[in-house]
């Protein structure tokens, strides 16, 4: 089965229909371009032929390229991979170029068959890399298309042309937010934008292209760097304004990235060096660099955690076998942060929601959460009143328990105090079916332990979301000692629903993300302490490309939360709590009513809008700087290994049950390094070996907590990898 389909209607037009078979959006494999090639031949020698439209016959354009294939290529390439990729993407230019030219005189520019492109929806990668090598584009108006080129998210940059095409039609500057930042557009936005020239209704989409191609003139089919005398908008980088740009965008970059994404230095390397070169020489810089990208062990390790694990889990990598289990009513019990955001995501995604608190006030205040958070969208004009209506409409708020009647799901989000969460959990079990499933989403107690106050403890499972519900992307899915597949099921099915990422772990203290987090801001406390300079740490960490430093992080999840867990984790582990230099820094804080951005005091210094201006200068008095500080690379290596070890120590004794969920959950739950593709994938690029290294010489300086864990060791003296022996999924033997 092919995926393009060819036919020349009645008026002369060849149609290129992409309809890729069995799949809901076309992705384009090395097959599907070789036949593209093969029409755009025919196409163009078929003197019946008037022009062409690209277009695709499902309701989107294209959703990019098959991932797969690039690793596929460079596995099957042997010794030389680098080749291989290179060829491959050159091979691409060569059939985009054949497309754009299409069939022109190069003397005299004249006799090129009009080539559009009619987009019926959303378009990303290599599908606008096809676009953009068209001569004119037109999308349709449908709600919630899309166009863009995303690549940079995965660490990669538009390699299919869209680099240079993009950044010639537009200028560097212009072209930053679609290349750099990876920004999907709305039609109206892709047209002001110059992605598009033209927004049309989806049913005159294909009459409208033709219209074109049938009378567009011989100057309308020769792009503007085909023509002599091009110059670049905004500037070659040796013009005056073209200089201050790239100086510009170099500096934007970096500030950015702090250089560890190579996928954006490469970019802007092939649109500077592009500029000051004919069009087809700067495709093939924009190849050379493509292919540098794709070699690098990081742009492999974000594809991989980023673009093909994180789908794999999302859809249903780790569900045990069982009936489809989606929610149709949900339970949420406690309408405070989490239980309101909760409620929201989840009417969001068209489910059912009774919302129930303490007291009615509470129960609305819950509600009324998701009624601001629609407003927000609605002001940026991603909701109309209508979806507003509807959303609200699915949320019933109210204190009364028999409303849970008929919910197949409950996730209760109450205090957290064992004795409300008993006291929840019996009076919820005495209104729903039989065969429903309840979840708690507490952050610090044992999923087991709870289970005991369910009299069907193999359907009570943990759901625990990050804070704010609405923007954090991971869900951890805990299971208890006796919790059964088809919680699992359910809780996965649900994650589904609401189009979350989930992972699934044993139920252990602070389960996987938190466990990992802890230690890191510890770590950074523990450097304040000792009397390591505040901004090292905070710089050092985001120059490792974390979001946030650890005393800033601190800072937002508040310091009187870090005191609880602290104290009830030294009452849990008596003696051997070994973490009292933190907590010497973090009560002297909480002492002073620094409890972080919400007392609009912490580490941080913060004006009367809770605005952070800087690290608070108290910090020197009570922690004086010492006179010898460490170099960088020591505060980076205890801030990784900090997190990165305890990630060890979780999928060794079988908490984390997959490597690969760790990875994912590292970024999306607390930004762990994204370059790196998460802590096994660190781990894998830099090897274990040094790893190992790394962790002997930071214990004989500070302590055990750095012991190489056995693992780790073993994966070292055998030379292996962390994803060469459980890449698919194994768990710790
Ligand atoms: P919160 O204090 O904002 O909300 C708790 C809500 O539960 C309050 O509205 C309270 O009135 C209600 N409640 C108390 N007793 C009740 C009862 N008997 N019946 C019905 N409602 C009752 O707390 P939160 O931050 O939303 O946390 C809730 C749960 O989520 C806790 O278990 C917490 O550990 C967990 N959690 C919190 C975060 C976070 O970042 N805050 C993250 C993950 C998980």
């Given at each position: 089965?092919?995926?393009?389909?060819?036919?020349?209607?009645?008026?002369?037009?060849?149609i290129?229909?992409?309809?890729?078979?069995?799949?809901?959006?076309?992705?384009?494999?090395?097959?599907?371009?070789?036949?593209?090639?093969?029409?755009?031949?025919?196409?163009?020698?078929?003197?019946?032929?008037?022009?062409?439209?690209?277009?695709?016959?499902?309701?989107?354009?294209?959703?990019?390229?098959?991932?797969?294939?690039?690793?596929?290529?460079?596995?099957?390439?042997?010794?030389?991979?680098?080749?291989?990729?290179?060829?491959?993407?050159?091979?691409?230019?060569h059939?985009?170029?054949?497309?754009?030219?299409?069939?022109?005189?190069p003397?005299?520019?004249?006799?090129?068959k009009?080539?559009?492109?009619?987009?019926?929806?959303?378009?990303?990668g290599?599908?606008?890399?096809?676009?953009?090598?068209?001569?004119?584009?037109?999308?349709?108006?449908?709600?919630?298309?899309?166009?863009?080129?995303?690549?940079?998210?995965?660490?990669?940059?538009?390699?299919?042309?869209?680099?240079?095409?993009?950044?010639?039609?537009?200028?560097?500057?212009?072209?930053?937010?679609?290349?750099?930042?990876?920004?999907?557009?709305?039609?109206?936005?892709?047209?002001?934008?110059?992605?598009?020239?033209?927004?049309?209704?989806?049913?005159?989409?294909?009459?409208?292209?033709?219209?074109?191609?049938?009378?567009?003139?011989?100057?309308?089919?020769?792009?503007?760097?085909?023509?002599?005398?091009?110059?670049?908008?905004?500037?070659?980088?040796?013009?005056?304004?073209?200089?201050?740009?790239?100086?510009?965008?170099?500096?934007?970059?970096?500030?950015?990235?702090?250089?560890?994404?190579?996928?954006?230095?490469?970019?802007?390397?092939?649109?500077?060096?592009?500029?000051?070169v004919?069009?087809?020489?700067?495709?093939?810089?924009?190849?050379?660099?493509?292919?540098?990208?794709?070699?690098?062990?990081?742009?492999?390790?974000?594809?991989?955690?980023?673009?093909?694990?994180?789908?794999?889990?999302?859809?249903?990598a780790?569900?045990?076998?069982?009936?489809?289990?989606?929610?149709r009513?949900?339970?949420?019990?406690?309408?405070?942060?989490?239980?309101?955001?909760?409620?929201?995501?989840?009417?969001?995604?068209?489910?059912?929601v009774?919302?129930?608190?303490?007291?009615?006030?509470?129960?609305?205040?819950?509600?009324?959460?998701?009624?601001?958070?629609?407003?927000?969208?609605?002001?940026?004009?991603?909701?109309?009143?209508?979806?507003?209506?509807?959303?609200?409409?699915?949320?019933?708020?109210?204190?009364?328990?028999?409303?849970?009647?008929?919910?197949?799901?409950?996730?209760?989000?109450?205090?957290?105090?064992?004795?409300?969460?008993?006291?929840?959990?019996?009076?919820?079990?005495?209104?729903?079916?039989?065969?429903?499933?309840?979840?708690?989403?507490?952050?610090?107690?044992?999923?087991?332990?709870?289970?005991?106050?369910?009299?069907?403890?193999?359907?009570?499972?943990?759901?625990?979301?990050?804070?704010?519900?609405?923007?954090?992307?991971?869900?951890?899915?805990?299971k208890?000692?006796?919790?059964?597949?088809?919680?699992?099921?359910?809780?996965?099915?649900?994650?589904?629903?609401?189009?979350k990422?989930?992972?699934?772990?044993?139920?252990?203290?602070?389960?996987?993300?938190?466990?990992?987090?802890i230690?890191?801001?510890?770590?950074?406390?523990r450097?304040?302490k000792?009397?390591?300079?505040p901004?090292?740490?905070?710089?050092?960490?985001?120059?490792?490309?974390?979001?946030?430093?650890?005393?800033?992080?601190?800072?937002?999840?508040?310091?009187?939360?870090?005191?609880?867990?602290?104290?009830?984790?030294?009452?849990?582990?008596?003696?051997?709590?070994?973490?009292?230099?933190?907590?010497?820094?973090?009560f002297?804080?909480?002492?002073?009513?620094?409890?972080?951005?919400?007392?609009?005091?912490?580490?941080?210094?913060?004006?009367?809008?809770?605005?952070?201006?800087?690290?608070?200068?108290?910090?020197?008095?009570?922690?004086?700087?010492?006179a010898?500080?460490?170099?960088?690379?020591?505060?980076?290596?205890?801030?990784?290994?900090?997190?990165?070890?305890?990630?060890?120590?979780?999928f060794?004794?079988?908490?984390?049950?997959?490597?690969?969920?760790?990875?994912?959950?590292?970024?999306?739950?607390?930004?762990?390094?994204?370059?790196?593709?998460?802590?096994?994938?660190?781990?894998?690029?830099?090897?274990?070996?040094?790893?190992?290294?790394?962790?002997?010489?930071?214990?004989?300086?500070?302590?055990?907590?750095?012991?190489?864990?056995?693992?780790?060791?073993?994966i070292?003296?055998?030379?292996?990898?962390?994803?060469?022996?459980?890449?698919?999924?194994?768990?710790?033997?």
């Open positions: 089965m092919s995926d393009f389909k060819y036919h020349v209607d009645e008026d002369g037009v060849a290129l229909t992409w309809d890729v078979p069995g799949k809901s959006m076309n992705v384009m494999t090395r097959e599907a371009f070789a036949e593209v090639s093969e029409m755009i031949d025919r196409a163009l020698a078929d003197d019946k032929v008037k022009g062409i439209i690209v277009t695709s016959g499902k309701d989107s354009f294209a959703g990019g390229m098959d991932l797969n294939v690039l690793a596929r290529i460079r596995e099957e390439a042997g010794d030389n991979p680098a080749q291989a990729l290179f060829d491959f993407t050159m091979s691409g230019h059939i985009l170029r054949k497309l754009e030219r299409a069939g022109m005189d003397k005299t520019l004249k006799g090129a009009p080539v559009a492109c009619a987009i019926p929806g959303t378009c990303a290599i599908g606008t890399e096809i676009a953009l090598a068209c001569h004119r584009r037109f999308m349709a108006d449908r709600p919630k298309a899309k166009i863009g080129l995303p690549e940079i998210l995965v660490g990669l940059f538009p390699g299919g042309g869209g680099t240079t095409r993009y950044s010639r039609m537009v200028g560097a500057m212009a072209a930053a937010p679609v290349l750099l930042e990876g920004k999907m557009l709305e039609p109206a936005k892709a047209k002001s934008a110059g992605l598009i020239d033209e927004v049309v209704s989806p049913d005159e989409l294909m009459a409208r292209a033709k219209e074109w191609v049938l009378s567009a003139k011989d100057d309308d089919c020769v792009k503007p760097w085909d023509k002599k005398g091009w110059k670049m908008p905004g500037g070659a980088p040796y013009h005056p304004a073209g200089f201050m740009t790239f100086v510009g965008a170099n500096a934007m970059v970096h500030a950015k990235t702090q250089g560890v994404y190579p996928a954006a230095k490469a970019l802007l390397s092939a649109v500077y060096e592009g500029a000051l004919p069009f087809d020489v700067a495709l093939r810089i924009e190849a050379r660099w493509f292919t540098k990208v794709l070699m690098d062990p990081s742009s492999s390790a974000m594809i991989r955690s980023l673009f093909l694990n994180k789908e794999k889990l999302e859809k249903g780790n569900r045990p076998e069982a009936p489809d289990q989606r929610v009513k949900l339970g949420v019990l406690g309408a405070g942060m989490m239980g309101a955001g909760i409620a929201h995501v989840s009417a969001l995604a068209g489910i059912d009774v919302l129930i608190d303490a007291s009615q006030e509470a129960a609305d205040r819950g509600k009324a959460h998701s009624e601001a958070l629609l407003d927000k969208g609605m002001k940026r004009g991603k909701v109309t009143a209508e979806k507003k209506a509807e959303v609200l409409s699915r949320i019933t708020a109210t204190t009364d328990y028999g409303a849970l009647e008929g919910c197949d799901l409950v996730i209760e989000a109450v205090f957290e105090d064992p004795a409300v969460k008993v006291e929840v959990t019996k009076k919820a079990e005495a209104v729903i079916p039989q065969d429903a499933i309840f979840a708690t989403n507490t952050s610090t107690l044992p999923i087991s332990d709870l289970a005991k106050a369910s009299a069907r403890p193999d359907q009570f499972i943990g759901i625990h979301f990050f804070s704010p519900v609405d923007k954090m992307m991971l869900v951890e899915i805990i208890g000692r006796q919790t059964g597949d088809r919680a699992v099921a359910k809780a996965l099915d649900y994650v589904r629903q609401i189009r990422t989930p992972i699934v772990v044993n139920d252990a203290r602070f389960f996987y993300a938190n466990r990992c987090i230690p890191y801001i510890n770590e950074g406390i450097m304040v000792e009397g390591v300079k901004a090292l740490v905070e710089n050092a960490a985001r120059l490792l490309g974390f979001p946030v430093g650890p005393l800033q992080l601190v800072d937002e999840t508040s310091i009187d939360l870090g005191v609880k867990i602290a104290k009830a984790t030294r009452a849990a582990m008596g003696d051997a709590y070994p973490d009292d230099a933190v907590d010497e820094v973090l002297a804080m909480a002492e002073r009513g620094r409890l972080g951005r919400k007392a609009k005091a912490g580490f941080y210094a913060y004006d009367e809008k809770g605005t952070r201006l800087g690290l608070w200068e108290g910090l020197g008095e009570l922690w004086p700087v010492a010898n500080q460490p170099d960088l690379k020591e505060v980076q290596n205890r801030l990784m290994m900090a997190q990165v070890l305890e990630a060890v120590r979780a060794e004794e079988g908490v984390l049950m997959d490597i690969r969920e760790g990875d994912v959950a590292a970024i999306l739950g607390w930004g762990f390094a994204p370059w790196s593709g998460g802590p096994f994938s660190w781990l894998d690029i830099i090897g274990a070996r040094r790893a190992v290294e790394i962790c002997e010489d930071l214990k004989s300086r500070h302590g055990p907590r750095f012991e190489a864990p056995a693992l780790l060791r073993d070292a003296t055998k030379g292996d990898s962390f994803y060469g022996r459980y890449g698919s999924g194994e768990a710790a033997a």
